[in-house]
């Protein structure tokens, strides 16, 4: 909650009505706090066309309006803020909270240059071009913004990148497919880890578990995009250029990483990246840890993993294999500023039965894989193979155990197969390939004198305990012989915390870390991983890693070991699914796998995805969180200017009086779906029209969106919306008929050959000036049609066919045809501010308009005393009666400062 | 008609495909839609945003038959 500010008035809303009762009170010598919920001042005056009855340009009556607002020394403007609740004190003035929602682009900084709005890689809607248009999800809202800012549209952070453990932008990158931007989607990931290709692969993807496609028809295949950036990207480009910074340069600190798994790797690549010189320590006789040494090939291959560690290479860093670690405090003495120390849970669980270790025949699953991607696997020809373990571990075991020619695999867990820790696709697949599943047994023994020759099973009648611990429970007395010859135990592993006491004090079974900061007992020795977590998904690894080469960087350069921040939080997918009126069903991404009845090799499984089912797939993404973060915006910015740091900031502000000026809402045409439209490609609302004719219009003229097509033949439907019982709205919107005439005018200016014609009820031209426009519209050859329009449909070539009463001609049915139906929308009240205040203090009268409580001798002001309504806040109006409005609120707000001077000035 | 916010949202998937297209020479909304087999709403969609950042401009005058042609700009 930010501190606290004195204003002695607050305008809510800086449409023309708010601009204009912020100014007067401003001129007044009054301080004023504008607080604007878009990102622009202006409201809806500033996106019209021209006004009428003097056809003068909107934008350059409303530009000068919003500048003074903006530079009044006595008006305070909020734009991108909401004001959440006030309420009225004893002394007679207000407490009010604002929430300024983030932009994150650093206003102080930014130009104006729309850079980032170019780059930007999503497309949206651009709700001040009506939709007619796309902008970017980086945007400044429109040329006469004020302020001329950029800001980046967040709805939080999307599913797949919020549940990405290892913290990869994967929307980032999905959008980055989209665009065909294959080399920036790789770099994206390298910003995060080094092993683009590994998980690619070997990632068991909780971004596709939380995809909200998952709910349609499945999810984006966004571990396989991944894989794919990364086989795109291939040999040639390693990397080097993707640095931020050089290591060994001068001033440089120098990092030892104990251990090259996924936590060691991307701990070593995000600080050479830093410009610290890294050294990675590997005590096996190749880098990759479980990554190169634990999965099988036909899952990750060897040679994906070396392409990931060629980028470490390629960045400098320097990679020592065959070369334990046994004194860290050695380490410090060669020079190392700091140690990463990451050696992953290399010690396998123990059964503790009997024979397990003195039996030829039993093996650990760790040592098996091991042996098996060092070029030593065992010839298992004829064997009958079991495997003890439920978990991914086994799973791997028992397929790699096929593939060496055994002539029987078993698998034996305690848990029944829905419990199983194995993902249950992969269990489904092991069977697929032969694998006999054993569930619910566990290992009361081995059969045998020096070989195994089987396993004493024993049924598991449960596994954990109340509390949820590990605790199995067996019943002795269902027993039964599994005959095999060779036993692999894949049930768990473990740190090496025998290699480094220090790191596992008073007999911890992994290293003990301080969990914000990384930091072990030993000074300037840091630890994560597997090795701290326990045993964990490569992502939780990468994870691990990035986040312990942050706190050692900034432990290294003198900073307070904070900063790692957070995502912003979660999407709710259902809300992401509420912004669409309908999907299209996408293409499948079948899972392309090969399975062999008797596999016999160790080829990868998985097929590759083809450029067009790459694009294919990332073009199913919804943009859960608006932005991707893809980052391209900050690589455009020339000003340093983007901050995908920045958060929502709370305000409470005490002010002497309130003035809402929250304007209306336009009456959402949908709701007559007799005019179709959402439905038609060329009914257009009034509102779209207004930009359509805009200078800063979203096509190149007056166009039908349907197809481009200069319009000949347009028709205007008056008091759509309006004055209908039909929809709730008996009203009449009092300027629809004022704004067509003057669209009807403008289009004849644009467009000299089109011919317009108006359905009208009647026309209310009533002000000074608005008759002889009404005239002049009809001499400059709009055509008038007196009654109602029934229903509209469209022929296949987009021409809109109307259905109309023919008054003048005696009230019959008749039909016209036209190019463009424009419905002239009328307004509805804008119920936001009943949520301001306490329940039923802020009346409202029976259409929902905030309540004038004698609108003829005292306008403005409201059933709360010092709180006042300015302009269509009250009602329908038009401009220039909502600036006189508007002007008494502010003068009505001026009266009661004065008459309540105890409230702080 | 699809979702607004769909369509939007994949121009830079089809983007190259209309450009490429467009590289022939320039064509009206019509003709890019027949030529690409997508429907003449979305390719007008998509046309407008790529013409606002940029990315294909119009020709001065209109065909006879009331349509503006829209060219590839080559961007350096």
Redesign the interface.
Known sequence: MGYDTEYDALVIGSGIGGMESALKLGDMGYKVLVVEKEASIGGKMILLSKVFPTLDCASCISTPKMGATAHHPNVTVLTYSQVEHVQRRPDGGFRARVHSAPRFVDPARCTGCHLCEMACTVSVPDQFNGELVARHAAYIPFPQAVPQKALIERAGTSPCTFNCPAGIKAHGYVSLVRSGEYDKAYDLVLETTPLVGTLGRACYAPCEESCTRSSLEGPVPIRRLKRFIADRHGAARVGTDATDGRPGAAGAKRVAVVGSGPTGLTAAWLLARKGHRVHVLEAAPEAGGALRLGIPSYRLPVEVVEADIANLTAAGVEIETNHPVGDLGALREEGYDAVVVATGTPVPARLGVPGEATLEGVHSALGFLRDIKLGAAPDLSGQVVAVVGGGNVAIDTARSALRLGAGKVHMVCLEARPEMPAHEWEVAEALAEGVELHDTWGIAGFSGQDRVEGLQLQRCTSVLDEQGRFAPRFDEGTRQELPCTTVLVAIGMGADTAAFPDLAPDGARRFVVDPATHKTPVFGVFAAGDAVTGPATIAKAVGQGRKVAHMVDRWLTGRPLTGFVGPLPEVDRADVLARQHNFTRHRAHDAALRFAAVPDGFEELEGPLSEEEARAGAVDCLDCGVCSECHECVAACPADAIDFDMRATDTEVEVGSVVVATGYELFPAELKPNYGYGRYRNVVTGTQMERLLAPTRPFNTVLRPGDGKVPERIAYVMCTGSRDQTVGNPLCSKFCCMYSLKQNQLVMGALPLADVTVHYIDIRAAGKGYDEFFEQAKAMGTNFVKGRVSGISEKANGDLVLRYEDIDNGGRPAEAEYDLVVLAVGVTPNTGPAGLFQPGELAFDPYGYVAEVDEDFSPGATSIPGVFVAATASGPRDIPESILHAGAAAAQAAAYLEQNKKVPV | ??????V??????F??RLISLLAEGPM???EL?AASGLP??EV??????M????RVA?EKE?TD????RYAAVTRS
């Open positions: 008609m699809r979702d607004a916010r769909e939007v949202r994949e121009e830079p998937y983007r190259d009206t909304v019509p839609a003449p709403e007008m969609r998509w046309l407008m945003g013409r606002r950042y940029g119009e209109p038959d009331g349509y503006f």
